[in-house]
């Protein structure tokens, strides 16, 4: 009896502060590491789970972001950006303003006045700030920048200056080097910038958008890798053309 009470009595406690909830709790057993302080099982296990989440978030910002890259909307910006030779037509974009730029475009292929022998519209997506001014500024592809005019005018109108009251640009002096458009540039490497510039603004605009179309491109490309995996395509294709 004596001996029992006295290898009890020399039991040391430990304060600790739970990793998971931060809660302080005693332990009997020392524990250095303080990434693996928990208070009770539920929060040992809830830490364990936190890693899996984690990965499958940033796997579905991937997806997103991969179907952003393929729809029209995503490559109409893509090419303004080359187009502009800098990403920085984007800057001040919010995610509430990127809607606004996607129901723009959108709104576009509802107008109507397509010329089957020219082969083009006499509808153009206008710039209020010239996409490039001739003071060295850049017209943001903004809805407070654009508008649906006619294709005429605004050939016309070229790059002329107009008041800055109107319309919004980025000024020579805020087009950084690092979002430049080089020449030599992929579609892949623009997108990934225009997303670099962004930011979680992209990224929650992504979340929450669930109505990407896909370019005709690719809604062909899986229409046939469709065919193919179900065994319904007209002719089989070699392994190379895949989605």
């Not at 020392?30 to 940033?58: G, L, N, V, Y």
């Amino acid at each position: 009896m004596s001996s029992s009470k006295t290898k009890k009595s020399n039991t040391r406690n430990y304060s600790y502060i739970c990793h998971t909830c931060n809660s302080s709790y005693v332990g009997r057993r020392e524990q250095a590491d303080k990434t693996k302080r928990f208070c009770k099982d539920s929060c040992r296990k809830a830490k364990s789970r936190q890693p899996d989440k984690a990965t499958k978030r940033q796997s579905r910002i991937e997806d997103q972001f991969a179907r952003f890259c393929k729809s029209t909307f995503g490559q109409w910006i893509v090419r303004e950006c080359i187009k502009a030779s800098t990403v920085c037509i984007m800057t001040g974009h919010t995610t509430a303003s990127l809607f606004e730029l996607e129901q723009f475009h959108n709104r576009y292929y509802k107008c109507y006045g397509f010329n089957p022998d020219e082969q083009k519209s006499i509808y153009h997506r206008c710039h209020i700030q010239a996409r490039i001014g001739v003071d060295g500024s850049v017209g943001a592809l903004h809805p407070l920048n654009l508008f649906i005019g006619l294709w005429l005018p605004n050939q016309q109108a070229g790059n002329k200056l107009i008041s800055a009251d109107a319309g919004l640009s980025i000024p020579p002096q805020k087009l950084q080097k690092k979002w430049q458009v080089a020449a030599g540039d992929t579609k892949q490497q623009v997108a990934k910038k225009v997303r670099a510039l962004l930011g979680t603004e992209l990224v929650e605009y992504l979340a929450q958008s669930a109505a990407l179309k896909l370019d005709t491109l690719h809604t062909l490309a899986r229409q046939v890798y469709s065919r193919q995996q179900k065994g319904t395509a007209v002719r089989e294709l070699e392994d190379r053309y895949t989605l």
